[in-house]
C-alpha cells in the first residue's frame, strides 16, 4: 500500500465479523467473503493513504484500527450484506524487503535521537533548578543587603536629625560632646598617648626608651 507520504508499506490485518443477519447474507449479496475482502482492502488502502508510514508502522496502529472498523461496518450495511464486523487487527506492518535494511537505520537513527534528546531532558532537569536556586539565593542576599543599607542610612539620617535638633538648642553642648564622644571612639585604638602642655618645649625627657632597646618598663 502507498501511504500518504508516498512511501510503499506491506499491510497485514484481520477482520473478525458475525451474520448479523443471515437472510441478507445469503441473498443480497453474491460471494459475500469476496466482497467483504474488497471492502476492506479499500478501506485500509483509504485509511492507510492519509497517513504517513512512520504513523502506520508505530504510534497510529490503534487509530488506523479504529477508523477502519467505522468505515467497514459502513460499507457493509450500505451494501446489506448481513454481516457486523467485530472488529479490525493490524497483524504485520513492514516496508517493502528492499528497502527494509534502509528503514530499519532510519528506526535506530530516530531511537537514538529520541535517546540523546531524553539524556538532555534529565541534565536540563538537574541543573536548570539548581541555577535557579542559587539565583533565588542570590537575589534574597542583595535584597538582604539593600535593606541592611537602607536601614542604616535611615538610622543614620535619624541621628544626624536629631543631633542637628540638639546642636541647634545649645551649640557649644553640643559641640563639646561631640568632641568628647569622638575622643573615646578615637584613643582607644592608640598605643601610646602623650599628653603634654601646650608650653612645653619638647618631649623628649617624656619618652620611654626602654621599649626601643627591648626591656621591659619600668613601673
Same mark, same amino acid.
Given at each position: 500500500?502507498? %501511504?500518504?507520504?508516498?512511501?510503499?508499506?506491506?499491510?497485514?490485518?484481520?477482520?473478525?465479523? !458475525?451474520?448479523s443477519e443471515p437472510l441478507k447474507f445469503l441473498f443480497e449479496v453474491r460471494q459475500?467473503?469476496? %466482497?467483504?475482502?474488497?471492502?476492506?482492502?479499500?478501506?485500509?488502502r483509504e485509511v492507510v493513504g492519509d497517513r504517513t508510514v512512520d504513523e502506520v508502522i508505530? @504510534?497510529?496502529?490503534?487509530?488506523?484500527?479504529?477508523?477502519?472498523?467505522?468505515?467497514?461496518?459502513?460499507? %457493509?450495511?450500505?451494501?446489506?450484506?448481513?454481516i457486523s464486523i467485530d472488529q479490525v487487527q493490524l497483524k504485520n @506492518?513492514?516496508?517493502?524487503?528492499?528497502?527494509?535494511?534502509?528503514?530499519?537505520?532510519?528506526?535506530?537513527a530516530q531511537q537514538e535521537k529520541e535517546r540523546l534528546i531524553n539524556e538532555a531532558r534529565r541534565e536540563y532537569n538537574k541543573v536548570i533548578p539548581l541555577a535557579e536556586g542559587e539565583k533565588d539565593q542570590r537575589i534574597r542576599e542583595a535584597d538582604g543587603y539593600r535593606l541592611k543599607r537602607i536601614n542604616e542610612a535611615e538610622g543614620?539620617?535619624? !541621628?544626624?536629625?536629631?543631633?542637628?535638633?540638639?546642636?541647634?538648642?545649645?551649640?557649644?553642648?553640643t559641640r563639646r560632646r561631640i568632641y568628647i564622644e569622638t575622643l573615646q571612639d578615637v584613643?582607644?585604638?592608640?598605643?601610646?598617648? @602623650? @599628653?603634654?602642655?601646650?608650653? %612645653?618645649?619638647?618631649i623628649l625627657p617624656l619618652l620611654t626608651l626602654d621599649r626601643a632597646r627591648g626591656d621591659k618598663p619600668r613601673k
Amino acid at each position: 500500500m502507498v %501511504t500518504g507520504d508516498l512511501n510503499a508499506a506491506l499491510v497485514e490485518w484481520v477482520v473478525q465479523y !458475525r451474520i448479523s443477519e443471515p437472510l441478507k447474507f445469503l441473498f443480497e449479496v453474491r460471494q459475500p467473503g469476496a %466482497t467483504l475482502r474488497y471492502v476492506s482492502e479499500s478501506v485500509m488502502r483509504e485509511v492507510v493513504g492519509d497517513r504517513t508510514v512512520d504513523e502506520v508502522i508505530t @504510534i497510529g496502529r490503534q487509530e488506523i484500527e479504529s477508523e477502519a472498523l467505522l468505515k467497514m461496518q459502513a460499507l %457493509t450495511t450500505k451494501y446489506a450484506m448481513g454481516i457486523s464486523i467485530d472488529q479490525v487487527q493490524l497483524k504485520n @506492518i513492514n516496508p517493502p524487503e528492499p528497502v527494509q535494511a534502509s528503514f530499519n537505520e532510519v528506526n535506530q537513527a530516530q531511537q537514538e535521537k529520541e535517546r540523546l534528546i531524553n539524556e538532555a531532558r534529565r541534565e536540563y532537569n538537574k541543573v536548570i533548578p539548581l541555577a535557579e536556586g542559587e539565583k533565588d539565593q542570590r537575589i534574597r542576599e542583595a535584597d538582604g543587603y539593600r535593606l541592611k543599607r537602607i536601614n542604616e542610612a535611615e538610622g543614620d539620617a535619624a !541621628r544626624f536629625t536629631a543631633l542637628l535638633a540638639e546642636y541647634v538648642k545649645a551649640p557649644e553642648v553640643t559641640r563639646r560632646r561631640i568632641y568628647i564622644e569622638t575622643l573615646q571612639d578615637v584613643l582607644p585604638g592608640i598605643g601610646s598617648k @602623650i @599628653i603634654v602642655d601646650g608650653s %612645653t618645649a619638647s618631649i623628649l625627657p617624656l619618652l620611654t626608651l626602654d621599649r626601643a632597646r627591648g626591656d621591659k618598663p619600668r613601673k
